[in-house]
């Protein structure tokens, strides 16, 4: 069992200043390298490649392929297939194109020919990217297998004898350069042209063309990256124009993110404050405090919906001030004074209530209150 480390054990902590490391190195791939050393996958090889010259020396270009020997299968080596262009802003549409071509037959090898900035800026225009870059792009696509550079505009026998090439890919749509309406109208009469579909919406052209439509969009963009005006070829003028939109871009976003951290923190207090008024009226108003004010208050609730009695009226049913104690005094009504004689004076008579006139009705004439001393005098007499 492992014995717990007691003080006397424990090392004294160094208070020495930790070296720190350094940081980790990422090898970077040169932009011209040997890729001797991917045994896997390698980019295509130039045609004045040992690899690419190998494979042309291995070609026994006396064996002419027919097309219907290429589309059956029947071959005794590879059929080489030629594709050429610009390539300017590698897309999805030129890798297509070389897909088309490298499976148009069962064994291909492609050759694409790729032209250099002298021959396309005077036969077509400038381009976006360099030779080399525009070389670069093609020979790593997975299609190809050699790359021409320097590849001419139109296709004479000299050069096709010289790279043995079998076929020619392209597009149907006749093409004319020099005065000629097709270039590639010999090798379809020769029967050694194939063609391939063009991909719609995407085009080297439409790429330019989006560019120069969101032009400000791009330089902003560049400009907030740290690329000078003077490489993009901006007046002094729109830098500032440029730097104060993206200003006032980032202000925009900043206000935006702080609006949403002051609505989570509103909604935040807002969920506390709501579950302390929860609480405090399930405190007030819960089952049982609910439960005990119903039966204090069930009377009161009762005697609020409920209408009270009609009073109680006279003798006659038109006596509205009477009231309904039994127990109240006798009311007195003074009678007019010609009602007896004059040595009598105004006589007061008492008059009962109608229940107190009821019960002493039932009396005989000399039990009466009222008639009890008339009837002494006169037995005294």
Not at 220 to 249: H, I, T
Not at 302 to 323: E, F, R
Request: proline share 6%; glycine share 6%; hydrophobic share 35%.
């Amino acid at each position: 069992m492992d014995r717990m480390p007691e003080e006397d054990d424990v090392s004294p902590v160094s208070t020495a200043p930790a070296t720190p490391s350094p940081p980790p190195e990422f090898k970077m791939l040169p932009l011209i390298m040997d890729f001797e050393d991917f045994s896997i996958c390698q980019p295509a090889p130039f045609s004045y490649d040992d690899k690419a010259m190998l494979e042309l020396e291995r070609c026994d270009y006396t064996q002419r392929i027919t097309y219907h020997m290429a589309r059956a299968g029947k071959t005794t080596r590879r059929v080489r297939v030629y594709a050429d262009g610009i390539y300017d802003l590698f897309h999805q549409g030129h890798a297509r194109q070389l897909m088309q071509a490298k499976n148009v037959f069962p064994n291909v090898y492609l050759i694409v020919g790729v032209c250099n900035d002298e021959l396309t800026l005077r036969m077509k225009g400038r381009t976006v990217m360099n030779g080399f870059e525009r070389y670069e792009g093609v020979r790593h696509c997975r299609y190809v297998d050699e790359i021409v550079p320097n590849a001419p505009w139109t296709l004479n026998e000299e050069f096709i004898e010289e790279h043995k090439i079998d076929f020619v890919a392209h597009d149907d749509i006749p093409y004319g350069a020099g005065g000629v309406n097709d270039i590639y109208a010999p090798l379809k009469a020769k029967g050694m042209f194939v063609a391939t579909e063009r991909t719609e919406g995407v085009s080297t052209s439409d790429i330019v063309a989006r560019i120069v439509k969101d032009y400000d969009v791009y330089v902003r963009r560049n400009l907030a990256r740290g690329y000078s005006a003077k490489e993009l070829n901006v007046s002094f003028l729109s830098e500032k124009k440029f730097r104060l939109q993206n200003k006032m871009d980032e202000l925009k976003t900043r206000g935006k993110r702080e609006l949403t951290k002051v609505k989570v923190d509103i909604i935040t207090k807002w969920e506390e404050k709501s579950r302390e008024f929860i609480d405090a009226f399930l405190l007030l108003f819960g089952r049982e405090r609910l439960n005990t004010f119903w039966n204090e208050s069930k009377g009161r609730i009762i005697q609020a919906l409920s209408p009270p009695g009609s009073p109680n009226g006279s003798v006659n049913g038109d006596d509205p001030d009477a009231t309904d104690d039994p127990d109240s005094e006798d009311e007195y009504m003074e009678l007019p004074p010609d009602y007896g004689s004059a040595s009598c004076g105004s006589l007061t008579r008492k008059l009962k209530r109608p229940d107190k006139v009821n019960a002493s009705a039932n009396l005989s004439y000399s039990e009466q209150p009222e008639h009890r001393d008339v009837v002494n005098e006169r037995r005294s007499d």
